[in-house]
């Protein structure tokens, strides 16, 4: 067990990595894996187990079956094999460049933003 819950770890693939995102849509998996690469990063990338859910409950004589719920949309979990690397400090250190050369923001990274361009640092801002 970690000692810092942000700075995660676990076997992807069979090698080593620090955890970057889990339980990611396939799109997010793959902004991930080029943004990340981008910046010389080795990326794995496995399918998430499946969730654990409770076990049905016997139907009663006379009863109706419960509907099936719908299949479970595959996720993945995105690694690193960089055993230093912490997402929230690669943010707001500003390590993290995007393919145009801007520096990766918060908003980038959770893809609220198309582009990147917060080149002067919040604590620089003049308001």
């Not at 998430?48 to 109706?64: C, D, F, I, L, Q």
């Not at 690669?90 to 918060?106: E, K, N, Q, S, Y």
Request: with cysteine; glycine share 4%; proline share 12%.
């Amino acid at each position: 067990m970690p000692i810092n819950q942000n700075h995660l770890s676990e076997e992807l693939n069979g090698v080593k990595c620090c955890i970057v995102e889990k339980n990611v849509t396939p799109e997010r998996a793959s902004f991930l894996q080029h943004l990340l690469m981008f910046n010389k990063y080795t990326v794995e990338i496995a399918e998430s187990p499946p969730p654990k859910t409770a076990a049905p409950n016997p139907v009663a004589e006379g009863a109706e079956a419960p509907p099936l719920s719908p299949p479970l949309p595959k996720t993945f979990t995105v690694g690193v094999t960089d055993m230093m690397f912490n997402p929230i400090n690669a943010i707001f250190g500003r390590l993290l460049h995007t393919p145009d050369g801007h520096v990766v923001t918060l908003a980038f990274w959770y893809q609220k933003d198309k582009s990147s361009h917060d080149e002067i640092p919040y604590y620089e801002r003049k308001f």
